[in-house]
């Protein structure tokens, strides 16, 4: 079986339908495509043993090939609360650098996660991070406050969080008990861009600490391989459901590690998708959960594992 | 680092005070406060938790005047008010509605503002005040401390007058006499009485 990699096509507008085509002939898939002016980004999965070919394709044109670990992922950056205490720089640029390397970002500021006596989640926030690959917790300079607050904000939530703080890597990890899957010190409230070398090392670390984390995630996915992979699905239900095209979210149909976010009302399209057919009778509702979102009125699809659905397709 | 006469933070969290040293920098420097403040001396202590800084102005602009920006000329049938510069013209034409009535000013031109004659003395005129940067220079100071105080920290006591100003803020009740014993030293360590 080819192994899919994940990828960035950076390059400009003219002539770039030949790289979509070249990927989806190659059998691989596009996750998100930006158009800005004359540029277009294009994330993808690539076979492995195809990258070489793109590159060689691509180098008329001026475009680039380089690997994003995060492509297919969908990550929440939680920051404390909305004031211009935590927003917009270090939520902002966090959440922005993410996006460079491919993930998709969604940030989500809490109602009440300030201060260390009144610090709490409500149940929508807990359910919408859960929602996610991963979460970045950007907290602040205190250890004494990370330690307070941090044990109130994890509460219910059961994706991997990475914490970020002022205080350094070895603080945060004896700070933070129990341990979360990544640290990032030196990452503090930060009342300017991201500019300074030192500063800009430590989104450098951020992401390596979530490719990481996300790398140890699809390593035991492997081990019971998804009945469906995501990628696959939301190519098959952008083909079918015409109404996605007239969506304006610039990621109508959000691709996860283990579903898919489909941007579309629950109530009116949940049934249509759930007997959706993915190949020789098999319906998406077999393979998959097909749920409401937490999120805005979205549909949640959670793809089901191959010991669950004994399906691989 | 703003050239501030005296700049201290202190904090038992060593990286905290440093992290709290660059923000009130930057703070002060967006809100462009640099010239305007002379001395400044924040703590912070997570644990109690408190924040208190304070602090003293620079000279703080005077009141402006009708005489700062444009000359009165009193003829027989009206005075002529001749304006040089147009910054102030809108609180201007404002304080002369309020005062002598719409129906009595009259703008030809951008530059010219005139009055019926014996409205009002020449000398009245030229001293009469029509914005005080002060003013707003509080406020712009009060809400950059806001800015640079922890988030949580929202009981809080703040105080400007002068060129003293002190902003203490907690997340719990500030005892009744937390200016003497916090605030007071702060200002003793920069060698001013409260």
Not at chain 1, 122 to 148: K, M, P, S, W
Not at chain 1, 171 to 181: A, F, G, H, K, N
Not at chain 1, 257 to 270: F, H, I, N, Q, T
Request: aromatic share 6%; net charge negative.
């Amino acid at each position: 079986m080819t192994t899919l990699v994940p990828v960035t096509f950076k390059g400009g507008v003219y002539r770039h339908d030949e790289i979509m085509d070249l990927i989806d002939d190659l059998g691989g898939y596009i996750v998100q495509k930006h158009v800005m002016a004359q540029d277009v980004v294009l994330q993808s999965f690539v076979p492995r043993d195809d990258i070489e070919l793109i590159r060689e394709i691509a180098k008329p044109l001026a475009g680039t090939v380089t690997e994003a670990p995060l492509v297919g992922t969908e990550i929440a950056v939680v920051s404390p609360s909305l004031e211009i205490h935590h927003l917009p720089h270090t939520s902002c640029d966090l959440a922005e650098y993410l996006r460079r390397s491919g993930a998709k970002t969604n940030m989500i500021g809490l109602s009440r996660g300030f201060g260390k006596r009144i610090a709490n989640l409500n149940d929508e926030e807990r359910d919408v991070i859960n929602e996610h690959d991963l979460a970045v917790y950007t907290l602040g300079n205190f250890e004494e406050c990370i330690r307070q607050k941090f044990p109130v904000l994890r509460q219910g939530i059961h994706v991997p969080i990475v914490v970020t703080g002022a205080p350094d890597r070895e603080t945060l990890v004896r700070i933070v008990d129990p341990p979360v899957e990544g640290y990032v010190g030196g990452v503090g409230r930060i009342m300017h861009r991201f500019k300074r070398p030192e500063e800009l090392v430590k989104l450098d670390e951020l992401v390596d600490e979530v490719s990481r984390t996300l790398d140890a995630r699809r390593d035991a996915l492997a081990r019971d391989p998804l009945s469906v992979f995501p990628p696959r699905l939301m190519a098959i239900i952008e083909e079918r459901i015409h109404e996605i095209s007239m969506l304006t979210h610039p990621t109508p149909v959000t691709a996860q590690m283990e579903g898919l976010r489909v941007k579309l009302p629950y109530d009116p399209y949940a049934p249509a998708i759930r007997s959706l057919e993915v190949v020789d009778g098999i319906t998406i509702g077999d393979i998959a959960d097909v749920t409401p979102s937490r999120m805005r009125n979205y549909i949640l699809i959670r793809i089901k594992p191959f010991s669950e659905t004994r399906i691989l397709v | 680092m703003p050239p501030l006469n005296y700049f201290v933070v202190e904090s038992p969290d060593s990286v905290g005070r440093e992290a709290y040293e660059r923000i009130a920098a930057d703070v002060l420097q967006d809100l462009d406060l640099v010239k305007v403040i002379d001395r400044l001396h924040i703590f912070v202590d997570p644990k109690v938790p408190i924040f208190a800084a304070a602090g003293l102005l620079r000279h703080m602009p005077r009141a402006i005047r009708v005489g700062d920006f444009a000359n009165v000329n009193s003829g027989e049938k009206e005075i002529v008010l001749d304006i040089g510069d147009e910054t102030y013209l809108a609180p201007l034409l404002r304080v002369l509605w309020a005062r002598y009535g719409k129906e009595n000013v009259d703008q030809p031109d951008r530059f010219t503002v005139v009055l019926p004659a014996g409205l009002a003395g020449e000398e009245e005129l030229d001293r009469l005040v029509v914005a005080d940067p002060g003013e707003s220079l509080h406020k712009d100071v009060i809400y950059a401390l806001q800015y640079i105080a922890p988030e949580g920290f929202k009981v809080r006591r703040q105080y400007i007058r002068d060129e003293k100003f002190y902003y203490v803020a907690s997340e719990d009740t500030l005892p009744g006499d937390i200016v003497e014993k916090v605030v007071a030293p702060l200002f003793t360590k920069m060698g001013v009485t409260l």
